[in-house]
């Protein structure tokens, strides 16, 4: 079985895309390997998306996580990887022996707090859709005579 931790040096990292690196380790605590997250250098879902590949093309079995999103919680559970809680601040060395509480549902992970804000919860044309429910409200929305929304047909094209 392996075990993947993601960590800020040898602690327990807050939140599950936001850690420097992940430590995988064997079912008595020995650590294998470290991944790098490449959720911290890239922008958007692509950089999530590419930490959830990796850790399971490493065949990770177990994540133990303080806190995850209820979008990547989704994705390792749709993978077949066990998920639990784990508390903040424990070292790399007790995590295993630390209680931990099995996450099984989406829903307990954290909600995206930026769902309006950016692309990656939402994409840019169900936000577009929010604000401007058609292409003919442009006209509505524009105070100057024939002034165009550039890209608003492009947006709408299905």
Do not use: W
Not at 92 to 118: D, F, I, N, W, Y
Not at 126 to 151: H, N
């Amino acid at each position: 079985m392996i075990i993947a931790v993601p960590v800020n040096d040898q602690n327990v990292a807050n939140h599950f895309t936001k850690a420097q690196r992940f430590a995988l380790l064997d079912d008595r605590g020995n650590v294998l390997n470290y991944l790098d997250n490449p959720a911290l250098s890239s922008e958007g879902c692509h950089g999530k998306k590419r930490l959830i590949a990796q850790l399971l093309a490493a065949k990770v079995s177990k994540v133990m996580v303080k806190n995850i999103g209820q979008k990547s919680l989704a994705k390792l559970l749709a993978g077949n990887v066990l998920v639990e809680r784990v508390a903040g601040r424990n070292s790399l060395a007790t995590v295993l022996s630390a209680g931990a509480m099995p996450l099984t549902e989406a829903s307990q992970g954290r909600e995206c707090r930026t769902e309006s804000k950016s692309h990656c919860c939402g994409s840019r044309r169900e936000r577009a859709r929010g604000l401007i429910a058609t292409p003919d409200t442009a006209a509505a929305i524009s105070p100057i005579k024939g002034f165009q929304v550039k890209g608003l047909r492009r947006l709408f094209k299905e």
